[in-house]
């Protein structure tokens, strides 16, 4: 069987658009075909190649202003326009052709804000809560449990009712966009997944391509599938 082309955005620098291995590795892992979806000043010139796109994954990446409740944190430089953009037509035109997304951190605080959600600029200063990103605790890896809503998508891909991850992020989701719904959260509440009602649509505030051979493997894994239709 032929591997799906699985699309896969780019982080942006002044100089470099750049991509973590890792995002390819787990697509790979999964059976898909990973495919480096670069930044374009031009839309038009993008089309070509999401148009035979079979899914995507959002890549994780700096903070998002749509859709944002507070102002963000010094330690969170907001994402440049063009990567902005780029992202917005590659997510339009697959969800345009309702092929399958996969948003990771950035990722998922993108598909909630571009579906008319709402996000927390700095959840720690806002909420109270305790540092979800290595930024606020010296560099010290943060692992917590996530806990998953029973008879959600995520459930029936996890096949547990919490799993252990990792936390990088300052922002989070408010209020999820129209036709999402809530999958995960941290045991201080915060959202940790959203997922789209039909299953196209899936998004976790967590690094799942970091925890290879974890459960987690398992949201590549359905990516791929239904990119296969």
Same mark, same amino acid.
């Given at each position: 069987?032929?591997?799906?082309?699985?699309?896969?955005?780019?982080?942006?620098?002044?100089?470099?658009?750049?991509?973590?291995?890792?995002?390819?590795?787990?697509?790979?892992?999964?059976?898909?075909?990973?495919?480096?979806?670069?930044?374009?000043?031009?839309?038009?010139?993008?089309?070509?190649?999401?148009?035979?796109?079979?899914?995507?994954?959002?890549?994780?990446?700096?903070?998002?202003?749509?859709?944002?409740?507070?102002?963000?944190?010094?330690?969170?430089?907001?994402?440049?326009?063009?990567?902005?953009?780029?992202?917005?037509? @590659?997510? *339009?035109? !697959?969800? /345009?052709?309702?092929?399958?997304?996969? +948003?990771?951190?950035? &990722?998922? =605080? %993108?598909?909630?804000?571009?579906?008319?959600?709402?996000?927390?600029?700095?959840?720690?200063?806002?909420?109270?809560?305790?540092?979800?990103?290595?930024?606020?605790?010296?560099?010290?890896?943060?692992?917590?449990?996530?806990?998953?809503?029973?008879?959600?998508?995520?459930?029936?891909?996890?096949?547990?009712?919490?799993?252990?991850?990792?936390?990088?992020?300052?922002?989070?989701?408010?209020?999820?966009?129209?036709?999402?719904?809530?999958?995960?959260? @941290?045991? *201080?509440? !915060?959202? /940790?997944?959203?997922?789209?009602?039909? +299953?196209?649509?899936? &998004?976790? =505030? %967590?690094?799942?391509?970091?925890?290879?051979?974890?459960?987690?493997?398992?949201?590549?894994?359905?990516?791929?599938?239904?990119?296969?239709?």
């Amino acid at each position: 069987m032929a591997r799906p082309l699985i699309g896969i955005t780019t982080s942006l620098t002044e100089t470099a658009q750049t991509l973590q291995r890792r995002y390819v590795d787990a697509v790979e892992r999964a059976g898909g075909a990973p495919v480096i979806v670069a930044q374009t000043s031009d839309s038009e010139t993008q089309r070509p190649l999401l148009d035979v796109l079979d899914g995507l994954v959002i890549t994780g990446g700096p903070g998002i202003t749509e859709g944002l409740v507070g102002q963000l944190p010094e330690d969170l430089p907001a994402v440049d326009l063009h990567r902005w953009k780029s992202d917005c037509v @590659a997510f *339009d035109v !697959l969800q /345009e052709k309702r092929r399958p997304m996969l +948003g990771i951190c950035y &990722g998922m =605080q %993108f598909i909630n804000a571009r579906l008319g959600g709402t996000l927390f600029a700095d959840v720690q200063a806002q909420l109270g809560v305790g540092a979800h990103s290595p930024k606020r605790t010296g560099g010290v890896d943060i692992t917590h449990d996530v806990s998953i809503e029973a008879g959600s998508l995520l459930a029936s891909l996890v096949g547990a009712p919490s799993v252990p991850a990792n936390s990088f992020h300052l922002q989070a989701v408010e209020n999820v966009g129209e036709g999402l719904r809530i999958n995960a959260h @941290a045991s *201080d509440g !915060l959202i /940790e997944g959203i997922e789209g009602e039909d +299953g196209r649509l899936l &998004g976790v =505030q %967590f690094h799942p391509e970091a925890m290879p051979g974890s459960a987690w493997d398992s949201l590549f894994e359905h990516l791929v599938r239904q990119a296969r239709g």
